[in-house]
């Protein structure tokens, strides 16, 4: 039998070797020159006025951007609300009821079909089905679009993370005595509580950025988000949008990017204590 | 005396697939029942149906009676719950719920139980105590059971099982995924749990069944070759196909 030469089996482990590297470099490079260009065009926008006040219209001095930060929370909170129970419950219905045949069958594939659906759709859909027959814009429709967007997500890392809790302990606690639901929801789950609250956090990260279905949605105002039920309701993605891109003022852009670099410090603080929080307890147990 | 356990007749089925033939087994009470047989032979299934925790998956099914104290518990009749009360069962890799010590054993208690906090307590002491692991686990009840080493997890899980006050303990090859010296402070807790339960236990270890049971069960191909007293099945086996085995001549 002829033997193959080691000269090649190296180098094409090499080769491997670095092009790994290569693509490692080329992410990281591509991250920091985001987060370089936000925070050195963001940085003389942020002050504490600037966290403090209410957004002013078109060509009025100062101003801040309080009204967007909150009405943003508003919108992904009540969104959250909206969407975790259903799509936690979901999960739980496609991983632990597979006898359930047919149902589990559609329900899966609605949420491939739903993860694909761009999000402007979304946003014009709720536009459709809430914004015109309720005759104004709201804070509320927009929580509906990303509730929406969240729900896929969120029922699919549900499904994946059972699926990770072994078979065995699922007998165990129903050969202690227990009905079905309880060993699900006070074994099963429990025993994916990381990686549950994980999925859910990165759902909500997500979401949080969302530009296109709150176009259609929470419009903007440059009031407080005191009507969130019934008027446009203040938000970060359309603000940044509106004041980088329509405006003809040049401070207005330097609010915007203080506004990304914000969202960007906010997105990314999600991340970053999502991963360290759970890293720590899953090695624990 | 009437059998703690009957199976008359039982057969079993995966979908199409019959993986027991007409067995017949009566379990003396408050002794010790070894299962044995080579791999693939339905002693897990045959286990499985005692607490009937095979309904879990849908194309399973059985046929057949199993008289526990002489009622039939494979009817619609049988409240599963009670049921699986009376049978405990431990797994052969150890399953500890996600959560402290004490809340493991508890948990059982708190299910099937109107107690008081306090004799909680006492009873999760009592339990502990009863699967020998109270000594290495007093001082960190309040650490997740998960923390515990694998022998010690399984005593755990026993001693779990016991709080439920179950009358019979199946255990499904406890020992398997275990180092030597668990296994033995596991073998002498199974001879102390005899007087209090009846126990059925699945081993591949010759030694061990001949150690600590009182009858075994010599399966083969899902049909009970040979069933007798324990020192007679090792020592004066009736059946070829049994001294094959357990002189490791094949399995
Ligand atoms: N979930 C299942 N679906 C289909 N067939 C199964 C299933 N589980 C077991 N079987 C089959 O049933 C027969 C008995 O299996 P069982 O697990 O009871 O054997 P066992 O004696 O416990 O073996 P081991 O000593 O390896 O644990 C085998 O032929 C096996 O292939
Ligand atoms: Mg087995």
Known sequence: ?????????????????????????????????????????????VSLDFFLNSSRPYGVEGGGIANAILGSVMITVFAAVLAI????????????????????????????????????????????????????????????????????????????????????????????GMTKMRSILCIVCRSARN???????????RVSGETAPLLFTAMFADAWPSDFFTRPTANMPVLITEYTTNSPFAEMHTAGWGASLVITAAVLAVNIVTRIVFREKNNAG | ?????????????????????????????????????????????????????????????VTGKLLLDGVDILGPDTDI?????????????????????????????????????????????????????????????????????GGQQQRLCIAR?????????????????????ATLKIEELMVELRKRFTVMIVTHNMQQAARISDYTAFFHKGEIVEYNDTKTIFTNPKCKKTEDYITGRFG
């Open chain 1, 195 to 205: 990686g549950l609250l994980t999925g859910i956090l990165l759902a909500v990260a």
């Open chain 1, 85 to 176: 129970p259903p799509a936690v419950l979901a999960g739980i219905f496609l991983s632990e009821y597979p006898d359930a045949g047919r149902a589990v069958a559609v329900l899966r594939f609605a949420a491939n079909v739903m993860m694909g659906v761009p999000s402007v759709l979304v946003g014009l859909f709720v536009y459709v089905i809430i914004v015109v027959p309720s005759g104004h814009f709201s804070g509320f429709a927009a929580s509906v679009s990303l509730a929406v967007i969240m729900f896929p997500l969120i029922m699919r890392t549900t499904e994946d993370m059972l699926g990770m809790v072994p078979n065995s302990l699922r007998e165990s606690s129903l050969a202690l």
């Open chain 2, 81 to 149: 719950l009670e049921l699986r009360r009376r049978i405990g069962m431990i797994f052969q890799k150890p399953t500890p719920f996600p959560m402290s010590v004490f809340d493991n054993v508890a948990y059982p208690l708190r299910l099937h139980f109107k107690l008081s906090r306090s004799e909680i307590a006492d009873r999760v002491e009592d339990a502990l105590k009863s699967a020998s692991i109270w000594d290495e686990v007093k001082d960190k009840l309040s650490s997740s059971g998960l923390a515990l080493s």
């Open chain 1, 1 to 45: 039998m002829k033997k193959k030469t080691l000269f090649w089996r190296k180098l094409n482990d090499r080769f491997h070797t670095l092009f790994s590297a290569a693509s490692v470099f080329i992410a990281v490079t591509g991250m920091i020159l985001v987060l370089y260009t936000v925070v050195i065009r963001g940085m003389d926008a």
């Open chain 2, 1 to 61: 005396m009437q059998a703690k356990i009957e199976a008359r007749d039982i057969c079993f089925y995966y979908g199409d697939h019959q993986a027991l033939f007409n067995n017949f087994l009566s379990v003396e009470k408050n002794k010790i029942t070894a299962v044995i047989g080579p791999s693939g032979c339905g002693k897990s299934t045959h286990l499985r149906i005692y607490n009937r925790i095979f309904e879990l998956y849908r194309n399973q099914r």
């Open chain 2, 161 to 181: 099982a016991i709080a439920a006050e179950p009358e019979v303990i199946l255990m499904d090859e406890p020992t398997s995924a275990i180092d030597p010296v």
